[in-house]
């Protein structure tokens, strides 16, 4: 039950600045599906033309990372703040970018592994090492 | 400051089942540096086996994720959980596995990015699109 | 589905501890309507007494901060604490208080900002900056 | 100690695109102070930029909501994310927009409260009631 | 709706990896049910074994903390983490195990009040006393 | 670096409201110490006398718990929220309370173990099995 209302083909395109976005998410997917995502910061306008114009130069512009790379790392981010939709759009993402069974058994591996590393650090407090330092 | 003592190389010699460890994690690392992160796990011998047992199952076995791949979802997963410790210590060894400096911008983006969709999707208490379904 | 049983009006009118704290709620709020979280705490009398006698003193007595913005920054937590149950019922409570979807749409603007920031100040470790010193 | 080295402005006056943004920085905020977050940020240009036009946008443009408002919200998630530096920066931010000892008290109280019904809600998964349905 | 395959009895006896942890459950336990948890990680034959095997040794195994106990806290860490599926399988377990409405009643009021005053103090950041040194 | 000042004991004896509680603290204790956090809370009377009140009533009058249970749940809770101070200061409570370092370990390996499941469990958004329910 979204806190909003999730905004239908038909109302979008009474509104030039959503149908924008609503064109541009299709024609850069190169797929006609808009995701509830999208259907929801419908509803404020400017929320929605910053956070695609972000994804766009953070997810799909090239980079020295590769597509299904970032993948996988938004999957980590989204499992470790508990976001269920997103773990659910971003795992179909990394699927549809080629990732396998086998590498999504391992990513699970490495989220569960610094889940129980990171809460020991933790409840340990460990001092940083200097060698670690930057410098 | 620490909620446990850190154990020296000294007093875990005279511990085999701790000194079997530190010599363990010299020897696959290649490195005389054992991090604070075992010698405060050293307290707790079972503990200790268990988690270098698994780290090296995750992180350093072969898989289908290459080790700068699983440092970088580390990384992530550290971020979010906040674990300074292990901000530092992953990302010393992202670097020491071959990390650029702009393979670092990306990943900062990409979780920044994450986070704020995270936190967007959550507020907006989005239903999953049937279409993410695995089956 | 609850990990305990939500009391119905019949139940609680058998439970004076009960009927005392439901009937003030609904004498505060000038409302018939008591929602589930009530009904859950139901179970464990003190817990509900406390509770509801710190969001009197807490939300409802007059103070420095408005109702309204003391229901935007209850959304904030809420959402960064991924509670969904809180979600709802504060967002509903805040349009109930007159926030209009403009000042929604800036509030998730600013939640979403402050997720990405938070990550990034973390992810980079920044030392704070003497001059943010409270003294 | 960050994970990266912090730009000083002799080095920023050597970077178009990073002195840039730190002279709108100062003239934005009218001030010659710029805090160490913009200078961590500087190594990634990218992200620097983005990272600043957001925030003019969100949090400096007029809206609906007033300067403070955004502060109290900006420290309430900034607390739930456990960022320290965040909570410095925005906590002297709100100071330096007006907010007083009684209303930093308030925001405390809320942010508390919250956190503390959230840990409730969340262990007795109690379900959303219709009356929250935003349709 | 889960992000990959649950395997069913019959799937599980045509993998002997699997079966052989499926059957080791139910000799445990000393019950013919498997929790939809096992079924999910059965995608992922290391990573099944890897977790049972920690859980037999950190849960089962004798030890210092009786099993309530353990239970106990380990409904704590999942509410925090708010693991929908963790809360209401280890409430089901510490009941189980003995766990009463009393102590289900005390053990919520401890996480609120610790969520509360965590806020709180990150909230202040407030130095660590030098009293509270482990050495 | 807090936020807000630390009150001294001079401070303190200013303030008759502040005074009684630092007062009662000393008495219920039964030691001279008054802790960080308390001193930080005493800018804010209603917020210190409430959260006192509320500590006094959870965690020390006589339940279903003994009071060790509930510091480990405290300790729990507060490793889980990344909360620094707190950590330190219930670590060193369970170890006045009686905490052996045998139960610190096992303490350690629950949250360990919880969190990497927590972590699983979310990253597989696996449905609660229907013997869960509590009705």
Redesign the interface.
């Given at each position: 039950?979204?806190?909003?209302?999730?905004w239908t083909d038909a109302e979008a395109s009474a509104n030039p600045r959503i149908q924008a976005v609503f064109d541009d998410i299709r024609a850069t997917r190169r797929s006609d599906?808009v995701?509830?995502?999208w259907r929801?910061?419908a509803?404020?306008p400017?929320?929605l033309e910053?956070?695609w114009a972000?994804?766009k130069?953070?997810?799909i512009a090239p980079?020295?990372?590769d597509p299904l790379?970032?993948e996988?790392?938004?999957?980590?981010?989204?499992?470790?703040?508990?976001?269920?939709?997103?773990?659910?759009?971003h795992?179909?993402a990394a699927r549809a970018k080629g990732m396998?069974?086998?590498?999504?058994?391992?990513?699970?591996?490495?989220?569960?592994?610094?889940?129980?590393?990171?809460?020991?650090?933790?409840?340990?407090?460990?001092?940083?090492?200097p060698?670690?330092?930057?410098?």
């Amino acid at each position: 039950m979204p806190t909003v209302k999730l905004w239908t083909d038909a109302e979008a395109s009474a509104n030039p600045r959503i149908q924008a976005v609503f064109d541009d998410i299709r024609a850069t997917r190169r797929s006609d599906f808009v995701n509830n995502f999208w259907r929801a910061l419908a509803n404020q306008p400017d929320l929605l033309e910053r956070t695609w114009a972000s994804i766009k130069q953070v997810m799909i512009a090239p980079g020295a990372l590769d597509p299904l790379t970032k993948e996988l790392i938004y999957i980590a981010v989204s499992v470790t703040n508990n976001c269920s939709y997103c773990i659910h759009s971003h795992t179909a993402a990394a699927r549809a970018k080629g990732m396998t069974e086998q590498q999504h058994a391992e990513l699970l591996a490495v989220i569960g592994m610094a889940s129980e590393t990171n809460a020991l650090a933790t409840a340990l407090q460990i001092p940083v090492d200097p060698e670690f330092s930057v410098e």
